[in-house]
């Protein structure tokens, strides 16, 4: 099992661009999340997804999109980049009964001039 | 409002020299408590879940306990290994999926 996996690695944007994150995992997991993790802050959630068509926000939405068509792949999309949006971003995953038990992508790390 | 306080922010050790982590947190209900574990450049990767006060976890040199307001994660005789940063979070109950992260503890262990 690859477990879960993000793409791209790092990637730099200019403001105003738009990019979508790749995240997909092979575990057969229910439950998929992103997360910003910023220097001096803990992880914060942004969406999370409880079933392929389901979606609900976190604790920071705003200026992100995501959607879930199928059980491995949960993209988040950024419509209009923002430098207050250049942080590392993490995807993670967990079976329904087990919520506390995530698994966490590598991370992408993402750069706005 | 849910919130985790870990303390210290950063803790150099000896090989060999044990020490703990505090984790501090307020919730309304405890769900569980989350212990990961996260090395640089790298996601955070699962330790310990509690869920109850009392209860205790082990993993290796790693130990988790947990009272009303706060846990601790005990290191026993430290490697260089173990040097990565901590981090606590928290789920309420209540029917919310989302965790509150705590800002972590960095770990380095000199040889």
């Known amino acids: 099992n690859a477990g879960v996996t993000q793409t791209p690695k790092f990637q730099v944007l200019k403001t105003g661009q738009s990019m979508t994150l790749q995240c997909a995992q092979d575990m057969n997991h229910e439950y998929m999340s992103w997360y910003r993790q910023d220097p001096g802050m803990g992880l914060r959630l942004i969406h999370y997804s409880v079933g392929a068509g389901i979606t609900d926000q976190g604790e920071v939405p705003n200026g992100y999109n995501v959607s879930r068509s199928t059980t491995e792949d949960f993209p988040l999309r950024l419509l209009s980049a923002a430098p207050s949006q250049t942080s590392v971003y993490f995807c993670?995953?967990?079976?329904?009964?087990?919520?506390?038990?995530?698994?966490f992508g590598p991370g992408t790390r993402l750069l706005v001039l | 409002e849910d919130q985790v306080t870990q303390s210290p922010e950063a803790l150099r050790l000896q090989e060999g020299e044990s020490s703990s982590l505090n984790c501090s947190y307020t919730?309304?209900?405890?769900?569980?408590l989350f212990w990961y574990r996260q090395d640089p450049g790298k996601g955070p990767e699962f330790l310990f879940t509690l869920y109850s006060a009392g209860e205790e976890k082990e993993k290796e040199r790693l130990k988790a306990t947990l009272t009303k307001k706060e846990s601790f994660l005990h290191i026993t005789a430290p490697k260089p290994e173990d040097s990565a940063t901590y981090l606590c979070a928290v789920q309420a109950t209540g029917g919310s999926y989302i965790p509150t992260f705590g800002r972590g503890t960095s770990l380095i262990v000199h040889p």
């Open positions: 993670a995953s967990s079976r329904w009964d087990r919520q506390e038990t995530q698994y």
């Open positions: 919730v309304s209900g405890l769900r569980g």
